[in-house]
C-alpha cells in the first residue's frame, strides 16, 4: 500500500495537524516506510506462538472481589466541612 500526497493531507486533517506543502513529501515517505514495516510483519509465521502481554511471564495481581459494607462512613465525613446523617452538603449551585 503507497501514500499519496492528498492521503497525507487527510490523514493530518484528521489528526487535527498542521501541515506545510514542504512537509507533505517528507510525511508521505516516513509513512509509507512505516506501512511497509507493517507488510513486512505481517508476512512472519506466527502459528504455535501463544499472545503475551510482557517478554516475561507474569500473573495479574488479582484480589478478590469481596462484598462489604464499608462501615467507615464516619470516618470517610469527618473532615468535610458540612454533613448529616453521614453525608455531604454541598452548595446549591443550580437555581
Known amino acids: ?30 509513512l509509507n516506510a512505516i506501512l511497509a514495516f507493517v507488510e513486512q510483519l505481517g508476512a512472519v509465521d506466527v502459528t504455535g506462538v501463544e499472545p503475551m502481554t510482557s ?7 488479582k484480589r478478590t472481589d469481596v462484598v462489604n459494607d464499608g462501615g467507615r462512613a464516619a470516618d470517610i465525613v469527618a473532615n468535610a466541612p458540612e454533613t448529616e446523617d453521614n453525608y455531604f452538603l454541598v452548595p446549591k449551585v443550580v437555581e
Open 1 to 30: 500500500m503507497s501514500v499519496d500526497a492528498k492521503t497525507v493531507r487527510r490523514i493530518a486533517h484528521l489528526a487535527r495537524i498542521a501541515v506545510t506543502d514542504e512537509e507533505v513529501e517528507p510525511l508521505r515517505g516516513e
Open 55 to 61: 517478554v516475561t511471564p507474569m500473573a495479574m495481581k
